[in-house]
Each structure stands twice: as C-alpha cells, then as structure tokens.
C-alpha cells in the first residue's frame, strides 16, 4: 500500500470509479447537447433560456459540471505526481506540487461557483 | 587487502539455484542467520531451465505407485554405482518435499481428480521393471524448473532469507584444522572482496556443463563449486560421469525435453525409421539417457545422420496434434522455432546428444556433510563443509542420471542439508576463526588474476578448453585419445592461470568474473579427464570403445580424484539401505 | 558488415555515457543479438552485459534493442536490425550500474511488495491441495514471467512512478495469486492495492503487452486486479 501525502487519504478505486462515471456523465451531456443541435439547429433565446430553466436540465448541467470538476482534478493530480515530483525535480518539487494543486483547487472551485451562479441565475 | 571487511552469519549457501534455495528455506525458517551467495538474481540460476519435471512416487497417475519401484530404477538407471542408501533416502522422502513445494504454491499440471499431472519419463518402470512403463514425473507444463525456481525464491523472501545477490565466491577458507569457516567473495556491482564468514558452508554451485563446446547448460555453469574444493584440497567423486542428454537442439545446444518422448514423440534417422526400436526393443525411446544418446550417435557414424552433414537426427512430435503440444509442450515450441527454426507441429526437431549433467561432484552423505579421505583411505567428514545438487555426488546418479531425478535431487538435498545443519547450529559448531593467513591463502587466485597484465584472453582459453573436452571426452571415448587430451590440458594450464585480465575496474567487471570462473571450469576438465583415463570399463554414461564392457569384478565402485597429485582412488558404492534389501547389479537392459 | 551501436557507461572512467561503434561481420546469419554481444565481449571485454541461460527463460538478458525491449538471446539480427543497424542500449527507466547493466533493485522492490508467494493458513493436507485442471489454466498466462523487466522499464507510469507504481510484472504476478484457488490471502492483496498507485497508475499503454518476450498480457491481469477490487469495495 502506497501513501502519500498530497492523495487526500483517496482509494485508487474511488478515484477510478470517479473518472469513469464522471466520464459517462460528460459523454451524456455531450450527445444531449449534439441531439438538441440537430433537431434544432438554431435555438431562439426563448427556446435556449426554456431549457436551461428547467430543473431537470439544471440537475443535468450541474451534474456535469461537478464531473468536469472532478475528473479535472484527478487528472490533474496524477499528471502531477507524475511529473512534478523528488525523483525526477528534486526536494522543491513537493512544494512546487502543493503550490499548483492548490491554484487547481481555487480554480476548480471558481468555476463551480460561477457555474452554479450562472445556472440559477436564469 | 589487510582491511577487507567480514561478514558472519550461521549458515552460507554459495548458490541460488533450487538444492541452495531448499536448503536456504529450511535455514530461514528454522531462524538462524543465513545468506545465500549468488552470482546471477535467484531467478536467473539454471535450475529455471528444466523442463520435464520431477520424477516422485506421489501415486497420482497410478495410485498403486511405490517410492521402491522408483528406487529401482534409479538403480539400475545409475548402472548400479549409485548409492543405494542415499537413493533410498531420496525416493521414499521425495514425496514428502514433493507436496511442501506444492502446499508453497508450485502451479502443478493436474489431472482431473485435482491431483498433480504425471508424465513417462525414461527408465520409469512399475514393479521393479516387470510391469511396463511408468509415468512418475511430476510436471509443470514443460516448464517445471521456472515454476519450481521461482516458488522456492518466493518461499525464502516469505521467510526473509538474506540474499548477497550478483555476489561470487572466489575461494574456501580453511581454518589450521582443515575445516571450512567461510569464502572469500566479490560484489560484482561494486568490486569489493569480504571475508564471509560462517559456521557452515553449503556448495549449491550446480554444474559444469561448460566444460564442453556444445552443452544445454547455461553460460554461468562454470562449476564452480568444484573448482574451490579442488583447489583447497578437497577431493571429486565421480567426475567422469557425464550426461549426454539425447535432444540438444542441434548447433544451438538448447534442451528439448525428454518430456517430448514421454508424451509419444520418437527419434527418427534420416531414412524415417524409428531406430530406437532396434536398440531398445522395450523402452524404445524412453530407454536410459545413456542408452538413447549412444544409439544416436551410433546412427550418426553410421551414415543414418540427417541433415546436409549427416550429423544429427530427428525428434518427430507432429503426429500428437497441435492442441496437445499446445497444452503439454508450449516451451518446447517456443525453443523449437526460435532456435531450430523448425515448427514441431508441422515438422520435426533437429536434435544431437548434447552435454547435460555432472553426475560427479563433492562426495557428501545423505546429510549433506563434505567427505575426504585420509592417507589410509578411510572416509572422513570435512567439518564446516556441506554441498547439495548437481554440484554434490551424494550419490543418486551414479553412472547416469534418470531425467526428472536432478529436480528431486535439489529439492531432497537441499532440505536434508538444511535440516542436519539445523540440528548441528542447535547442538552448537565450534571452529576455530581463520587466521590473516588463512584469510590470504583464499585469495590466492584472485590476487594473481587481478595483477595479471600479459597473457591471453579469457574467451580464447575457454574455446580451445571446451573444444578439447568436446573432442577427447565426448560421448564415446577411447584411452590414447584420452591421454592426448589430457596432454593438451596439461599444456593449457599454464596458459590458463597466466590469464590474462584486460579490465581492471570495480564496477560490474565480469572480464574480472569471466577469468576466475575459467580457472574453475580447468579443475573440473582436468578431474573429469583424468578420472575418465582411470576407469578402464564402459558403464553409464562412460562409455569407452577400447573398454566396451561393464566390469562389475573390478569397477563397481565410485572413483575418487584427489587434485593434489591427480591421483584416482576406489571408493565403495554403499549396498544398504536401511529399509529393505539392496538391488543386486544384473545386465542393463531397456 | 552490420553497424553497431552500443551504449557504454563505465562510472569509474566515464563522466557521462556515450554510444560506442562496432563494425560486425554476422557471415550472413541469422544470428541473435546476444551472439553479437557475445563476439563483440572476446575482442573488447570490457563491455558488460549479463546473461545467463541463453534460451529465453531466465530473464538476464533484457535490453533495449533497437528501441524495443527484449531479451538478446531470443531476438534474431532479422528483427532487430534496422537499415542495416542495431542499436542496443540498457533497459530504460533505471539507473545505469555499468553499459548495458541495470540497478533493478527498485524493479525487485515492487515484486516483493505483492506478497510473491501463497497464503494458505489452513492446515495443509498430508498430500497436495488439490485443483482442478480447469482452476489451474487460470494461472496459464501469469505463473511464466521470468522477472526480465522488459515490460516494466517500458511503460511510462512505472518510469514516472517505479517506488510507488508497482508496473506491469509485479501485478501480473499479484494476479498470479490472486487468481490462485489454493491462496487465501485474497483479502489482504486486494487491501494492498487499493490506493491511488499501486495499480492505479496503470492508464493501458499496453507497451507491456507488446514488448513481453513470453508473449504474456499484463493489461489484462491488471484488468482483473481492478474488476476484484470493485467487487470487493462494493
């Protein structure tokens, strides 16, 4: 068993698991989207704002936000360890790892709240 | 070297392979400090290559199976200079080591009951040879030794063995009584010289088979074992005894299975005749190796040969089918067309009598104790000093080796020698420590081959070496030739301790590796030579054309040869067993 | 004649390594690389490679040939060589000893830390465990590796991660046993293997499966791995 201090105490399972239902999710919301565009392939504000204020498909918008967040953040976690690390940077690479996977998480972050604010916001 | 370093444990096992691995186990589990020397990672050690299997009466094939009939025909296998209470120990115990290796995870074939697959192997009989041929040989596929090599290294890192991996004994240390109290070793990754220190000394060194041009064994068989006996004094029993395994596939030298002829592939000439029928009419193909070999090269001389040169014969297996060759003989196929470029499925294997296992080696007893004899000829154990495997003549072979027996061998040995060293550390060894001198007297070689800036290459000695032992001490032999031989490795020897050592560096220098083990591989030819020249009778795998007989009247003993004057001398072959009576020597015949 | 080219590193006398020509005559044979390894040691022994058996099962001899791993012994000039080349250089992703020799012990490390060897604590019976043939075929395809490294020193996780990613050969040996019906220590593996490297930094590269010598699939063990740590944690 591996530990380490920056894995956030995470199962390499749950991870997985993660970044293969958030995948799913994003793939759905995707063919969603591109079968919304070719039965209507060009939506009038009304019909744009219609669906997006439905619960349903704020539920939907949500979920795949949050699964964007997700997978983004594991991957960007193991992009990181991968590279940025003693063995290959040496001593400053565990600060430097810190450092850019807490920028992650104020960006991910960021982007959540603005997604919720703009979804509510309709 | 007046600061080398020393290391001290309870037991040292020179040897990775399966007998040093077995005896490392026992050691490890019973929690006395042991280190394995070794000069390849476990793994890489020639136990790997075998193929077959490992001849037990576990009674799985034929529940009728006795460990008897088994110890019959390594009898008689062994052309009756086997001894029979060190055969009996190992066919009636074989089961019992059999099933540890199972219970440790071994991945067995099996039968459809769930017990362990059994094949026919050669000389396998049932009821003393009156009741057809038996299939005793326990196997993994053909990939018995792989399986068997890496689950006894998994069972010594289970128990925390101390492995000195990539480390190579140079030279025994003998104390002023003549006991062993160590080696001297090189870490080959660094270059350092330490003094390790032990109670007790296990030479698990294997064989020698590059003593020969054209051999199945791996390029680190180099004997040795053999050669820090010799050199510190020690006689080698046996040595003229050499199997020729039947199927070397021809020019590479690679081992085909005698596993193929146990699941119904035969040897055919170039006339398509299965000519074993003629020199076997019984056991066929699956007759003595000694036996099959001979008739080979019998065809061979003969005209019979195939090829462009005439010079090897077939191993046909195409007529089994694909799917059982898939599922009995996946290595073989692999080996078959990789190196014979010949795919067995469709066509038949090019195969030549190749040098395969060292029947001889360090006289020991059944506990794996080191034995010499004194000036009156009466045997005496070397305190300190232990061997087990290929590299010890306990002896199980004798004249010849039955296939499947060198796995039981390693496996039987190597935990005998681990247990008596067990009981001996428990009832406490008292040697004295080796002096500075003792010390420097075991550096000798490597002191002399490290200063040595003139003479020739190692790979030039080695060649004209192995060509001499393959042309003058080959399948058959002959006395005047053998004189010649041993001539010319008079002549060699000089040459050969003059090597010279190109590399002088630290790291990693295998140039350095490659000279001492040349030094090693000299002893074990010039044993093997003289003791060859000595034995005036033709019996296993010694067979002379100026001697054709077996001479029971003077001849059914073990030879020994002492390396201080190259003298040979008789030594009895034991004839009791301790459970039953012995197996007289009648005519040999499969 | 065939050019040669071999990676040469000896760290008493080099500060840093170099690619060293030969010139080799192969008198039109088909011969293996280690042969050419072989030939080329008698005229320079100074160069360093280990080998053992020869034959393809001992594993010694891995190397990077031509810029595929593989073993020497087994790989014929006629599928190394390229525009009338062979390059070999050390198994990549290790640190260099000497030439072609590797420090493997992080490569060791990680087969040691599956827990190599069966766990049964029930008692054992006065003969084997038995198996049935078709429980033992599972291990067909995972009890072969040789421990040559080929395929671990060729994929990226393990170059990146190889104290913490256990690569490709020790988990096709944890699914050895796994997949053994004798071992009970299914548990405790899967326990060991549950965090976010020790196999999950396998993204299937699948290099291993190309260059595996054995011509064994350790994507697929890995596979396995996964499928029994889901069904365990759910």
Redesign the interface.
């Known amino acids: 068993m591996v530990n380490s201090v920056t894995s956030l105490g995470r199962s390499g399972l749950s991870d997985w698991l993660v970044q293969r239902v958030s995948a799913l999710v994003m793939t759905a919301y995707i063919f969603f989207m591109v079968g919304y565009f070719i039965i209507n392939p060009s939506p009038s504000f009304e019909q744009w704002q219609a669906l997006h204020g439905s619960l349903a498909m704020r539920i939907f918008s949500l979920l795949t936000i949050l699964s964007i967040a997700a997978h983004a953040w594991i991957g960007m976690w193991c992009v990181l360890t991968d590279y940025i690390t003693v063995r290959l940077i040496g001593p400053k690479a565990t600060p430097i790892r810190m450092f850019l996977q807490l920028v992650m998480i104020a960006l991910i972050l960021f982007y959540v709240v603005w997604a919720i604010d703009i979804l509510w916001g309709i | 070297m007046a600061n080398m370093r020393t290391m001290s444990f309870d037991a040292v096992i020179v040897g990775g392979g399966g007998s040093g691995m077995r005896a490392a186990l026992q050691l490890a589990q019973s929690g006395y400090k042991t280190a394995v020397i070794t000069k390849?990672?476990p793994?890489?050690?020639?136990t790997?290559?075998a193929q077959g299997g490992i001849t037990c009466a576990?009674a799985s094939d034929d529940p009728n199976d006795q460990w008897q009939w088994h110890m019959y025909d390594t009898i008689k296998g062994s052309d009756y200079i086997g001894d029979q209470e060190a055969i009996e120990y190992m066919c009636k115990t074989g089961?019992e080591a059999?099933?540890e290796l199972?219970?440790?995870?071994l991945?067995?074939?099996?039968?459809?009951?769930?017990?362990?697959y059994q094949r026919p192997f050669g000389g396998q009989s049932k009821d003393f040879g009156e009741g057809g041929q038996a299939a005793r040989t326990c196997a993994?596929a053909d990939?018995t030794g792989?399986?068997l090599l890496?689950t006894l290294y998994?069972?010594n890192?289970?128990n925390e063995t101390v492995f000195l991996n990539e480390w190579f004994a140079v030279d025994l240390v003998k104390n002023s009584d003549n006991a062993v109290v160590g080696v001297v070793a090189i870490n080959i990754?660094t270059g350092e010289t330490v003094y390790v220190k032990s109670k007790a000394t296990v030479f698990a060194t294997g064989g020698a088979g590059r003593i020969y041009a054209s051999t199945t064994n791996?390029?680190?068989c180099t004997g040795d074992g053999i050669g820090m006996a010799l050199r510190a004094g020690f006689p080698v029993q046996d040595m003229e005894m050499w199997q020729f395994h039947p199927t070397g596939i021809h020019g590479?030298g690679?081992?085909v299975t005698e596993g193929c002829r146990g699941e119904g592939g035969y040897l055919i000439n170039k006339e398509g005749e299965r000519f074993m029928e003629r020199y076997a009419p019984n056991a066929k193909d699956l007759a003595g190796r000694d036996v099959v070999a001979r008739s080979m090269v019998q065809e061979i001389l003969a005209g019979r040969g195939c090829g462009e040169n005439g010079d090897h014969v077939f191993l046909k297996l195409d007529h089994l089918g694909e799917e059982t060759l898939n599922a009995k003989l996946p290595?073989i196929l692999?080996?078959s067309r990789?190196?014979a470029h010949a795919d067995p499925v469709v066509e038949p294997i090019p195969v030549v009598p190749t040098c395969h296992y060292m029947m001889g080696g360090i006289p020991t007893n059944v506990d794996g104790q080191a034995l010499t004899m004194d000036d009156q000829g009466v045997e005496q154990v070397v305190d300190g000093f232990y061997a087990c495997g290929e590299a010890a003549c306990v002896s199980v072979h004798g004249a010849n080796r039955l296939g499947g027996n060198s796995l039981l061998d390693l496996v039987v040995f190597g935990r005998a020698s681990g247990l008596f060293i067990e009981k001996q550390l428990r009832e406490g060894i008292d040697l004295k420590d080796a002096t500075e001198e003792d010390i420097q007297r075991a550096m000798k070689v490597l002191n002399r081959i490290n200063g040595s800036q003139e003479g020739e290459?190692?790979?030039?000695l080695r060649a004209e070496l192995q060509t001499i032992m393959q042309n003058h001490f080959g399948v058959f032999r002959s006395g005047d030739f053998m004189k010649e031989g041993i001539e010319k490795l008079k002549a060699l020897r000089p040459r050969i301790e003059n090597v010279q050592l190109?590399?002088t560096?630290?790291?990693?220098?295998?140039?350095r590796i490659?000279a001492l083990e040349l030094q090693n591989l000299l002893e074990v030819a010039e044993a093997t030579a003289v003791a060859a020249e000595w034995r005036t009778e033709s019996r296993g795998a010694h067979a002379r054309e100026d001697f054709q007989e077996r001479d029971d009247e003077n001849w059914l003993c073990h030879s020994v040869y002492f390396p201080h004057d190259q003298s040979v001398a008789k030594r009895d072959v034991n004839f009791t067993p301790k459970t039953r009576e012995a197996f007289e020597p009648k005519v040999r015949s499969y | 004649m065939l050019e040669v080219s071999i990676y040469r590193y000896?760290?008493?006398?080099d500060s840093e390594p170099y690619m060293q020509e030969f010139q080799f005559d192969t008198q039109g044979k088909d011969i293996m690389v280690l042969d050419v390894l072989e030939k080329l040691?008698?005229e320079d022994?100074?160069l360093?490679?280990?080998?053992?058996?020869?034959?393809?099962?001992?594993?010694?001899d891995g190397v990077n040939i031509s810029g595929k791993n593989g073993l020497a012994c087994?790989t014929?000039l006629s599928e190394a060589v390229k525009n009338n080349k062979l390059v070999i250089r050390p198994l990549p992703g290790l640190p260099v000893?000497?030439?072609l020799?590797i420090d493997?012990s992080q490569f060791?490390a990680q087969y040691?830390k599956i827990?190599?060897?069966?766990i049964?604590n029930t008692p054992?019976p006065?003969?084997?465990?038995?198996?049935?043939?078709e429980?033992?075929a599972k291990?067909d395809g995972l009890?072969?590796c040789?421990?040559c490294a080929c395929c671990s020193t060729a994929c990226p996780s393990f170059w990146w991660n190889p104290d913490k990613f256990i690569g490709p050969s020790g988990l096709l040996q944890a699914y050895r046993?796994l997949a053994?019906t004798?071992?009970t220590g299914t548990e405790d593996r899967l326990a060991g293997l549950d965090d976010p490297f020790s196999v999950f930094r396998c993204h299937g590269i699948m290099n291993c499966v190309q260059v595996c010598p054995k011509g064994l699939n350790p994507t697929k063990a890995i596979g396995h791995i996964r499928s029994m740590l889901l069904a365990s944690g759910t």
């Not at chain 3, 000896?10 to 006398?13: A, C, D, I, K």
């Open positions: 390849v990672f793994t890489r050690s020639h790997v290559s576990i089961p059999v099933f199972e219970h440790m995870g991945p067995f074939s099996r039968n459809d009951n769930g017990r362990i993994a990939r792989h399986a890496h998994q069972g890192l289970k990754e791996a390029h680190i590479a690679t081992l290595g692999e080996l990789t190196f290459k190692a790979s030039v190109a590399d560096s630290n790291a990693f220098n295998t140039a490659e | 000896n760290p008493e006398v040691k008698t022994p100074t360093v490679f280990r080998r053992s058996c020869r034959e393809g099962v001992c594993g010694s087994i014929p000893i000497r030439d020799v493997m060791y040691e827990q190599p060897y069966l049964n054992a006065a003969i084997e465990r038995l198996q049935s043939p429980d033992r291990l009890y072969e040789i421990l046993f053994d004798r071992d």
